[in-house]
């Protein structure tokens, strides 16, 4: 048995699929990077789910609704004394099922797919730039993340991958940029969304995330000045509304004036 072959399929690929080793036995690294140079399979599974800019209308529609029945729950409820059913349970029957969607597409292309080492490569770089679907509002494009600002960047340059990574409503969202913004800043209070957490400062998250683990390290050679004057630089990137959805630039957000990071200079205004 060719023991590169074996390291191909099972170190770069995803286990050995009938037929892959004996494929990878003839030439093992030319067999990898063939994978590379081709166009993105045709995957059915993925043309299936739904794309972030819909995702992302559906939890404030769904918010909207349930904050209604649960009005409507606690009346009854009180009339025979039971509690309406939570706000959790009614989230996780919503939500649950198309974050299972997701998986199982991401599973089924796993087991069926021409190129496990292209998508071996899509995992790491997932894992990488990840993002958690604890928040509610990242559980529907927690998903669409990755196929929609790692798969069509794979083969392209790092700061491509880094700048669809971040701008992506599933990261903006996870690390809270839409609540960074500039010093005194007034957010409009939205109707009916007195429990909704309103942008009152500046947010570091993102921009540490991006300093300490999507590009220089926990030593990089930083200091908390840069981290706080990259945050600054990234005020006013958000995510819309109802109707304008996915990422977005707000002026009136954005913390004026430039910026100095790592000892550079940026007078980019946003």
């Not at 003839?26 to 599974?45: F, H, K, S, V």
């Not at 069926?112 to 529907?140: G, M």
């Not at 700048?163 to 409009?188: E, W």
């Not at 209070?189 to 400062?201: D, E, F, L, S, V």
Request: aromatic share 8%.
């Amino acid at each position: 048995m060719n023991r590169e072959a074996v390291i191909a399929v099972n170190r770069f690929g995803l286990g050995a699929a009938p037929g892959e080793l004996v494929a990878a036995s003839r030439d093992p690294r030319g067999w990898l990077l063939a994978q590379l140079r081709g166009p993105e399979p045709a995957y059915p599974q993925l043309a299936a789910l739904g794309g972030s800019d819909d995702l992302l209308k559906e939890y404030p529609r769904w918010l909207m609704s349930m904050r209604a029945e649960l009005r409507r729950g606690a009346d009854a409820a009180s009339m025979q004394d039971r509690p309406p059913q939570g706000i959790e349970q009614r989230f996780g029957k919503h939500f649950f099922p198309l974050a299972a969607k997701e998986v199982s597409a991401r599973f089924g292309i796993a087991a069926t797919t021409p190129v496990p080492f292209k998508e071996r490569l899509i995992w790491f770089w997932s894992n990488h730039f990840a993002v958690s679907a604890i928040k509610p509002t990242v559980v529907a494009v927690a998903g669409a993340f990755e196929r929609e600002a790692i798969r069509p960047n794979l083969n392209g340059r790092f700061s491509d991958l880094l700048l669809a990574a971040t701008k992506h409503p599933a990261m903006i969202l996870y690390l809270d940029n839409h609540l960074s913004v500039r010093s005194g800043f007034q957010a409009p209070q939205a109707p009916g969304g007195a429990n909704r957490p309103r942008a009152t400062g500046l947010n570091e998250n993102l921009a540490r995330e991006i300093l300490e683990l999507h590009t220089l390290g926990v030593n990089g050679g930083y200091a908390q000045g840069d981290v706080t004057a990259f945050a600054r630089a990234l005020t006013g990137w958000t995510v819309g509304g109802l109707v304008d959805t996915g990422f977005r630039f707000e002026q009136r957000r954005h913390e004026p004036g430039p910026q100095t990071v790592l000892g550079r200079s940026y007078a980019q205004d946003g």
